[in-house]
């Protein structure tokens, strides 16, 4: 072997060892980027986390990197222009993270999104050229057994519990953020968090996003972790002057009440949510509710683990357009992909039982497979978007079916850092889409990969 090759084999075997390390430091990846715990990725060999840069003073910087291309054939069953070619989505972020001694931090995020190639050009959650999506002051007391409080101002991502009401929208291409005050206090088991929050409305230039002028979230979000079954409480409200419903819009003020119960005991996990509404919409009042589960089975002694699960949700709707009561539930701020990938159908006006199957092809390649039968709980109100959008209004159907939905998927974790995913979907309207308009099949391939560091 001469020199060359040696010192080419030497900087091959150098970079693999380098990355090999990076990865093992970057499991400990979080969903909001600043609950990672820097200290242990650097104990790791991350030596960009925690760095100490002087007395009391540490600094830790990430990022990630999201490739995304999808094609829907006939978007929203029809009712939406046909992309020619499909969308390319391209998402990146930066982040630091500075500690000064025990309790100051500060964290600032900035996040940059483009898409090309949909023919009704970019919606609000897919292009951001240059906005921060974090961007806070944080204080936090020393620990007092086990048993700490803190308190965080500035733009943040906020997500509670499965992320039903409250979520920082992974899926899309825009992340969601609000300007927020956010108390939170750790004891034992519980963790209470108290917020006052604004959504930051997405613009596609650079620094342009701005507060929402409309609307308002207020809240506590309790949850007490144990062994075997872990429990959430909470009490929300928002406020949106321009609220908009098949009903009609007005000023929307709605409280809800909440709780989930979630755990796993040997085979069997579970992870059911309820919550109730109310408050006013103009001089309407406001009665909703939601139930929302989830129950699975893994095979540990079956190749693969195959983990079998059913979900049933129902989300209530207007039952009389007319008189003077809402019953359109407002699931608030929920994950963008509530449904799934192709993201057609939102959480409101609703009742949907779904089949899944989830098994590792390898140890690194994961198969999901789902089944979604959707009605309408009520057949005088319409079918909305993830965004709440009225897609088809009630019309003069009193069809319940809305549309059944075929899925199927794979996760590819080729390094702790690196990710891939493929998604094709087949969903086929039900009558009450056919009898109002919307009669072509919907057919959905998305491909994505992600690199975080």
């Not at 919550?275 to 006013?280: N, P, S, T």
């Not at 540990?300 to 007319?322: N, T």
Request: proline share 4%; aromatic share 10%.
């Amino acid at each position: 072997m001469n020199s060359n090759t040696e010192v080419l084999v030497h900087r091959i075997v150098l970079a693999t060892s380098l990355l090999l390390a990076s990865d093992v430091a970057l499991a400990q990846f979080r969903p909001l980027r600043f609950d990672d715990d820097f200290s242990a990725q650097r104990d790791l060999g991350a030596c960009w986390k925690d760095c100490p840069i002087a007395e009391q003073v540490r600094l830790s910087i990430g990022g990630d990197l999201r490739l995304r291309y999808e094609h829907a054939g006939n978007p929203r069953y029809g009712l939406e222009r046909q992309d020619r070619w499909g969308v390319l989505m391209q998402r990146a972020s930066v982040f630091a993270d500075l500690r000064l001694g025990e309790h100051w931090r500060g964290f600032a995020q900035l996040a940059s999104s483009f898409t090309n190639g949909r023919a009704a050009g970019p919606s609000p959650v897919d292009e951001n050229r240059l906005d921060p999506s974090n961007l806070f002051v944080e204080w936090r007391s020393a620990r007092d057994g086990d048993g700490s409080m803190g308190v965080r101002v500035g733009i943040q991502e906020l997500q509670f519990g499965s992320g039903r009401s409250i979520d920082a929208r992974e899926g899309p291409n825009v992340r969601r953020s609000f300007d927020a005050v956010r108390l939170y206090l750790t004891q034992g088991a519980w963790r209470v968090d108290a917020f006052a929050a604004a959504p930051r409305q997405n613009r596609p230039g650079s620094v342009d996003d701005a507060r929402s002028q409309t609307q308002r979230l207020q809240g506590i979000y309790a949850t007490r972790s144990g062994d075997i079954t872990s429990l959430d409480v909470y009490a929300l409200y928002y406020d949106d002057t321009v609220g908009r419903y098949a009903q009609g819009s007005a000023h929307e003020r709605r409280w809800s009440l909440g709780t989930r119960v979630f755990g796993n005991r040997k085979a069997w996990d579970w992870n059911w949510e309820f919550a109730v509404q109310g408050g006013h919409f103009g001089d309407a009042g406001i009665r909703a509710w939601s139930l929302a589960t989830e129950t699975g089975y893994t095979f540990d002694h079956v190749p693969g683990q195959p983990r079998a699960a059913l979900l049933l949700a129902i989300a209530s709707g207007d039952k009389d357009p007319e008189d003077h009561r809402l019953g359109t539930l407002n699931p608030l701020y929920p994950r963008g992909n509530y449904f799934g990938d192709e993201a057609t159908l939102g959480p409101r006006n609703f009742a949907n039982i779904h089949p899944a199957m989830s098994m590792q092809l390898a140890p690194r390649v994961q198969l999901n497979a789902s089944l979604d039968f959707f009605w309408r709980h009520s057949t005088r109100d319409g079918v909305y978007a993830p965004n709440g959008t009225l897609i088809r209004a009630a019309g003069n159907s009193r069809a319940r079916y809305v549309a059944t939905i075929a899925s199927l998927g794979t996760t590819w974790t080729l390094t702790p850092g690196w990710s891939s995913t493929a998604v094709i979907a087949y969903g086929q309207p039900g009558a009450f889409l056919r009898e109002t308009g919307a009669n072509d099949a919907l057919s959905f391939v998305s491909l994505s990969a992600q690199y975080r560091f």
